[in-house]
């Protein structure tokens, strides 16, 4: 049975594709409306951030969903943030009785250091402002993969009693739907410190996969939704994109 999702939200529910961002897409490009949500039971060719394959079978959460927030494009990384914000708050509100959820810079969700979500957004962007958001958020619910080197699980496996993907969806929708408002309304820096609460690896070495790579100690975000980091020197850097490592995670 279809769940009943609150208002803005229009669910187009389906059993496998390719990816639910694609189909996000085309249906952006026929005009359909804000806040339509694209849900599949399993992903065929589910992708991650730079391009990587995303394990998507049968069992966990996969959804996108089309968004057309007035912003430029530099604000429109904030999403990420903003997602992960609420798809942790979700996990709270869902399953108390689950350890704390943190959010990892920039886009992913974990619980007692392994990672349970991950969120990817790509946009459309005409001249000097966003057309088109889609964000697609995959949640490991009853199963995971298990991949050398990561630590990766699932909440059923960290001790939720209540997974059933329709009541995770609905949660996800109030909550994604309420902080995309407050962003909207109030830009990030109204969401900074609750995000920062949640953010994982705060005083811990780190080193930022990027062009040259940073490492050093992880000191939180500013109010853009930048990372940043301290160095051996006593330098901070200001990283505006790359992957986050948390080197001191066995």
Same mark, same amino acid.
């Given at each position: 049975?279809?769940?009943?999702?609150? !208002?803005? /939200?229009? *669910?187009?529910?389906? #059993? $496998?594709?390719?990816? =639910?961002?694609? !189909?996000? /897409?085309? *249906?952006?490009?026929? #005009? $359909?409306?804000?806040? =339509?949500?694209?849900?599949?039971?399993?992903?065929?060719?589910?992708?991650?951030?730079?391009?990587?394959?995303?394990?998507?079978?049968?069992?966990?959460?996969?959804?996108?969903?089309?968004?057309?927030?007035?912003?430029?494009?530099?604000?429109?990384?904030?999403?990420?943030?903003?997602?992960?914000?609420?798809?942790?708050?979700?996990?709270?509100?869902?399953?108390?009785?689950?350890?704390?959820?943190?959010?990892?810079?920039?886009?992913?969700?974990?619980?007692?250091?392994?990672?349970?979500?991950?969120?990817?957004?790509?946009?459309?962007?005409?001249?000097?402002?966003?057309?088109?958001?889609?964000?697609?958020?995959?949640?490991?619910?009853?199963?995971?993969?298990?991949?050398?080197?990561?630590?990766?699980?699932?909440?059923?496996?960290?001790?939720?009693?209540?997974?059933?993907?329709?009541?995770?969806?609905?949660?996800?929708?109030?909550?994604?739907?309420?902080?995309?408002?407050?962003?909207?309304?109030?830009?990030?820096?109204?969401?900074?410190?609750?995000?920062?609460?949640?953010?994982?690896?705060?005083?811990?070495?780190?080193?930022?996969?990027?062009?040259?790579?940073?490492?050093?100690?992880?000191?939180?975000?500013?109010?853009?939704?930048?990372?940043?980091?301290?160095?051996?020197?006593?330098?901070?850097?200001?990283?505006?994109?790359?992957?986050?490592?948390?080197?001191?995670?066995?």
């Amino acid at each position: 049975m279809t769940p009943q999702l609150p !208002e803005p /939200f229009h *669910l187009i529910d389906l #059993d $496998a594709v390719g990816s =639910t961002n694609n !189909e996000v /897409f085309k *249906l952006a490009a026929q #005009d $359909a409306k804000d806040w =339509t949500v694209v849900r599949a039971r399993e992903q065929l060719a589910g992708r991650g951030r730079q391009g990587k394959s995303f394990a998507s079978p049968p069992g966990n959460s996969y959804t996108s969903f089309l968004m057309r927030p007035f912003c430029a494009p530099a604000q429109a990384a904030q999403i990420a943030l903003v997602t992960g914000l609420a798809v942790a708050e979700a996990m709270g509100n869902l399953a108390p009785e689950l350890p704390r959820a943190f959010c990892k810079w920039p886009n992913d969700v974990l619980i007692d250091d392994h990672k349970v979500a991950g969120i990817l957004v790509e946009s459309s962007i005409m001249k000097t402002s966003v057309e088109t958001i889609v964000v697609g958020i995959g949640v490991n619910l009853t199963s995971h993969p298990d991949l050398p080197g990561l630590r990766i699980s699932d909440l059923q496996c960290l001790g939720a009693s209540n997974v059933d993907r329709d009541i995770w969806l609905q949660a996800l929708c109030v909550a994604l739907h309420r902080r995309i408002q407050q962003w909207e309304s109030e830009g990030f820096a109204a969401l900074h410190n609750d995000w920062s609460a949640r953010a994982a690896g705060i005083g811990r070495r780190v080193t930022v996969q990027m062009s040259p790579p940073v490492t050093g100690r992880l000191r939180g975000i500013d109010t853009h939704g930048h990372l940043l980091v301290d160095d051996q020197a006593g330098v901070t850097h200001r990283c505006v994109s790359g992957s986050l490592v948390l080197e001191d995670v066995a």
